[in-house]
């Protein structure tokens, strides 16, 4: 993953670029506005004018303040959109004589200057960070930016190429990677805290854990995206019963037979929306599977960020009549006086709880059809089926606020992965165990279920 050497010429390329530029009335000096120097990129053919003119453009734009930013983002959706005339013009020339030339021309007026701008904002070095952090302030800006759906759209096309699979590079992390990765791995843990150095240690333990990465050639001392994952002989339902397990040879499981990811987390905000996590746990299944022929079961033990919430707002709105109304009472013990008070009636709790969120995952719909909560989209479109619902996986402040303790585990199992991704792409259809079925309480028990493979 060094890239030095290419980036050393890239930046000789660029100097030597910024000397003719310094000569030249385009982008000569500080009064040129940012308008202007990206009007000549867009319009420049030499190579080392075009680099030295990037160059300038994103230094220039990283040394600015958000108001500054904001009007750069207005500018891109003000004068950077396809010219209508030349489109009508093209579209004409290709219906009255439809060819390969007609429909190239075509082809070309419809794209958005933004991304001839934005692949040759890319050739400065450091080119592709600078535009990831550009996208990571445009959607902080997303509510105050004009056509801000348009400019995205053009962003996430040329992510969408740069950063494919055939560019990723999957490496493990260890207590032996440099320090400066250590340190981002615990900066960018987004599910559960890395509690300092000696947490980390553990997560990092060769015994009974690994942690894998994606990077990038581009952004080499920058992980995309990274997997934290246990070594055990059983299904966890408890997070923390996970992460305070002793390390060390003597506490590690002899021939582990399941694999758990417990954590994902996504590093760069640049790149939300971007798919990686479904090329990096079906890559880490083969990995681990190579290395460690002993494995039989791959599971999550995954959050439900938004189950508390959809809980009391159908609630609210008369959707869970299947409650009766001592259950219905509990819940809002529970809402009105705090989960630390509630846990004398937890025994009580535990079947609403549970049966809520059997329809919250199996049920609950967007308006695309497919379920409410954002990591159960992800792993059933990725093909894994619904295993089970921990009832106390997570007690913590944050797990408690957000899903009343429940935690989920997802299967992956290789035979029912395609198939699964199939009926969930096309039909909407939730795989779920046996299990978690039977949980649902529902009247539409039997809807939008696929029968499991137990």
Request: hydrophobic share 40%; proline share 5%.
């Amino acid at each position: 993953m060094d890239v030095s050497f290419f980036q050393e010429i890239l930046t000789k390329i660029s100097d030597r670029g910024r000397q003719i530029l310094d000569l030249s009335f385009i982008g000569g000096g500080e009064q040129e506005s940012i308008e202007s120097l990206c009007q000549a990129l867009t319009s420049s053919r030499g190579e080392a004018m075009g680099v030295a003119l990037a160059r300038n453009i994103l230094d220039r734009y990283l040394s600015f303040e958000d108001s500054e930013k904001s009007t750069f983002f207005a500018f891109l959706a003000r004068d950077l959109q396809p010219k209508s005339d030349n489109i009508f013009r093209a579209a004409k020339a290709y219906l009255d004589d439809p060819n390969s030339k007609t429909l190239e021309l075509l082809t070309e007026s419809v794209e958005s200057p933004r991304q001839e701008l934005l692949r040759r904002l890319n050739l400065a070095p450091g080119g592709t960070r600078a535009l990831v952090r550009m996208r990571q302030d445009l959607l902080s800006q997303s509510k105050q930016i004009p056509n801000f759906s348009e400019i995205d759209r053009d962003f996430v096309h040329l992510f969408s190429s740069w950063f494919n699979r055939g560019f990723l590079v999957l490496a493990r992390i260890s207590w032996a990677s440099p320090a400066s990765i250590l340190e981002k791995i615990i900066d960018y843990e987004a599910v559960h805290e890395i509690k300092g150095w000696d947490d980390l240690r553990r997560r990092l333990d060769p015994h009974d854990r690994r942690c894998f990465a994606f990077f990038h050639p581009a952004l080499n001392d920058e992980p995309l995206i990274f997997v934290e994952v246990a070594l055990d002989h059983e299904i966890p339902g408890s997070i923390h019963s996970l992460l305070e397990t002793e390390g060390g040879p003597e506490n590690a499981p002899i021939a582990p037979s399941v694999a758990i990811f417990y954590s994902i987390s996504n590093c760069q905000e640049g790149l939300k929306g971007i798919s990686f996590g479904n090329f990096l746990i079906k890559q880490v299944v083969e990995d681990l599977k190579k290395d460690i022929p002993s494995l039989r079961t791959f599971v999550t033990l995954s959050p439900a960020p938004g189950y508390k919430s959809w809980l009391y707002r159908a609630l609210d709105s008369g959707q869970l009549s299947y409650f009766s109304d001592p259950q219905k009472e509990l819940l809002e013990k529970l809402r009105h006086q705090g989960w630390s008070e509630a846990e004398q009636f937890q025994d009580a709790l535990r079947p609403i709880i549970t049966a809520g969120a059997a329809h919250y995952f199996l049920l609950a719909k967007d308006k695309t059809g497919k379920p409410l909560d954002p990591v159960a989209r992800f792993h059933l479109g990725n093909g894994a089926r619904l295993e089970r619902i921990d009832w106390l996986g997570d007690t913590s402040e944050k797990g408690v606020r957000q899903a009343l303790s429940i935690m989920v585990n997802y299967r992956y199992e290789l035979r029912d992965i395609e198939g699964n991704h199939e009926a969930y792409v096309n039909q909407g259809t939730v795989a779920a165990s046996k299990a978690v079925r039977s949980t649902l309480l529902a009247p539409e028990k039997s809807r939008s279920l696929v029968p499991a493979k137990e």
